[in-house]
């Protein structure tokens, strides 16, 4: 995995238990339920369940995970539109 992917990656941290659900899997959740504006008792039942969701979302939210991967969608958005 590249640094800069790395430094985007929301690792399982050291000693845990083995994750149940993939990355993608909540990022795509989250996805959902940000670009619906789904509330989140009413998240389907496709993506993991909405506590699981959640608890990602508030972790990522205060790690600053949310943050890092935004600003580097803009930084692409921006790169390949030349701006």
């Given amino acids: ?18 994750r149940s659900v993939e990355p993608r899997e909540i990022v795509n959740g989250l996805m959902y339920v940000l670009s619906t504006g789904c509330q989140w008792r009413y998240v389907p039942k496709d993506p ?3 506590s699981t969701l959640f608890g990602y979302f508030d972790l990522w939210n205060w790690d600053g995970t949310l943050d890092r991967i935004h600003s580097r969608a803009l930084r692409e958005v921006s790169r390949r539109h030349g701006s």
């Fill in 1 to 18: 995995m590249s640094g800069a992917r790395r430094a985007l990656d929301p690792s399982a941290k050291r000693g845990g238990r083995k």
């Fill in 48 to 50: 993991p369940p909405k």
